[in-house]
C-alpha cells in the first residue's frame, strides 16, 4: 500500500491546492503522476526542484513519476506570470536539452525499467508533432469553450495587464494543449494526476475538464506554493542570474554559497522542501539553529544537504575547501585543486590586473607585480614597505623582495593570486 503522500506535502509545507478526493484516490493503490518541465535550456534550475522534489516524494510514497518535458509547450509560451513568449526550439537542440535534463533527473529520480514505479521521462513533442491543426481544432479543441478559457486567471491578468502587446491567439490556446497533455497522459498512461505550481492551477484543471469531458474519466489537480524569499526577491535568482544545477553554468561553490547564504527565516523552510531530511531531523536542526543563529547551522546542513544531492560528496568537500580559501586557513595547494570557474567564483569582485605572459620569462620582481604593473598598492616604496612587514603572500605563500615570479606560479595556468594581510586579495590574469 502506498504510504500517504498528501500527508508529506502538508508538513514540508509543499501543498497548495489540491483537488478533493486526491489523497483518497492516492492511498487506494500505485497511482501515476507528472510535472512538466521547461526545456528551453539544457539545464535545470532550482526554479525547477520543487516538481522535482514533488516527483520524488511522490515515487517514495509508492507512485509512478513521471517527469514530461514540454518540446511541444515550450515552444509555444505559457501566460502564466509571464510577460513575454518563449523562444522556438529546433528539434536538436530540443533533443539535446532532454537528454541533459534527464541525467540531472536521475539524481532525484529511480528509472530502473524492473521496478513498477520506476520513473518515465516523456516530451509531448512525440505526440503532438504529427497531430495537424484541423484535427486537433476537432478533436479536441470543440469541446472547451472560449468562456472557460476566459474565465482562468492566468488569462484574466494577462489581458488586464499593462502590456502593450496583450496576449496572443498561441499563448492563449497553451492551456489546450497543455490539457491535452492530461489526457493523452490519461488515455495512454494511466496517469490520473497532474502536479506543478501555483501558477498553473489553471491550466492543469483543463487538463481534468477534459478528462472529464472526452476521456470520461476523472483526473486530480496538485500544486504547491511558489517559492518565495523573506526579502522579497526573486527565489534561485542573484545578479549572476539562475542557479544551475549544470556545474558548467554555476559551479558547486557557488551554489553551497547560495543555500549557505539564504536568512534564517528561509533555511527554516527550504530545509524542509528542499531535503529528505526526516520531521525529526528537521525539527532538531532547527531548534538547535534557534539557540545558536549567529553559527548558521541550518544554512550550513542545508547547503551540504543539496549540493551532496545535486552534486556528489566529492563536489560538497571541493566547496568547502574552496569556502576556507578565502576565509580559513589554506595553503597554495588548495587553490592550485580549484578550476577556473570556482577560482574565479571565490575571487568574484576581488580587483584584477593583466599582465602579458612575455613578462614572466625572466620572472616578474615584487615591486612590478605589487605597484607598478598592477597599482595593488599606491606606490613602489608602500611595495616595498609591506614586503619588510612580511605580509604580502603570492598563491597563499609568504614572500619577500626578492621574490620572481614566474610561470611555474600560475594556477590554471592563467593566474595568480596576490595577498595583502588577511583579507585584501589582488589577481594578476596572465594573458
Known sequence: MPS???????????LHDVMPGTEEHLLEEMRSAY???????????????????????????????????????GMIGDPSGKSTERNLLDENTLRRNQRAIKAQLTRFLDFDNAADNAAVLINNYDWMKDFGFLEFIRDIGKHITVNYMMAKDSVKKRLTSEAKEGMSFTEFTYQIVQGYDFLHLFQN??????MGGSDQWGNITTGTEMIRR???????????????????????????????????RTSPYR??????????????????????????????????????PHLRTLQK??????????????????????????FGKSTSEDLRKLDEK?????????????????????????????????????????????????????????????????????????????QRGKKNYFVLVVE
Open 342 to 418: 570556482t577560482f574565479l567564483d571565490v575571487f568574484d569582485g576581488v580587483p584584477q590586473a593583466k599582465i602579458a605572459r612575455p613578462e614572466l620569462e625572466n620572472g616578474l620582481d615584487m615591486i612590478g607585480a605589487l605597484a607598478d604593473k598592477t597599482g595593488f598598492l599606491a606606490s613602489n616604496s608602500e611595495a616595498r614597505r609591506t614586503l619588510k612587514q612580511n605580509s604580502i603572500a603570492v598563491n597563499k605563500e609568504k614572500v619577500n623582495g626578492n621574490y620572481l615570479i614566474s610561470a611555474s606560479d600560475l594556477i590554471n595556468d592563467k593566474f595568480v593570486l596576490l
Open 4 to 14: 500517504n503522500f498528501i500527508e508529506e506535502l502538508k508538513w514540508r509545507g509543499m
Open 35 to 73: 510535472v512538466g518541465i521547461d526545456p528551453t535550456a539544457d539545464s535545470l534550475h532550482i526554479g525547477h526542484l520543487v516538481g522535482v522534489m514533488m516527483l520524488r516524494h511522490f515515487q517514495l510514497a509508492g507512485h509512478k513519476p513521471y517527469a514530461l518535458i514540454g518540446g511541444a509547450t
Open 189 to 194: 498512461q494511466g496517469c490520473t494526476l497532474q
Open 255 to 292: 551554489f553551497y554559497q547560495y543555500w549557505l547564504n539564504v536568512s534564517d527565516e528561509d533555511a527554516e523552510k527550504y530545509i524542509r522542501i528542499f531535503t529528505f531530511l526526516s520531521k525529526d531531523d528537521i525539527e532538531a536542526s532547527i531548534a538547535k539553529h534557534r539557540e545558536t
Open 214 to 248: 472526452i476521456g470520461n474519466g476523472k483526473g486530480y489537480a496538485l500544486t504547491c506554493p511558489l517559492i518565495t524569499k523573506a526579502d522579497g526577491t526573486k527565489f534561485g535568482k542573484t545578479e549572476g542570474g539562475n542557479i544551475w544545477l549544470d556545474p558548467e
Open 301 to 326: 546542513k542545508l547547503a551540504e544537504e543539496i549540493t551532496v544531492m545535486v552534486h556528489s560528496e566529492e563536489e560538497l568537500d571541493n566547496a568547502l575547501k574552496a569556502s576556507h580559501i578565502l
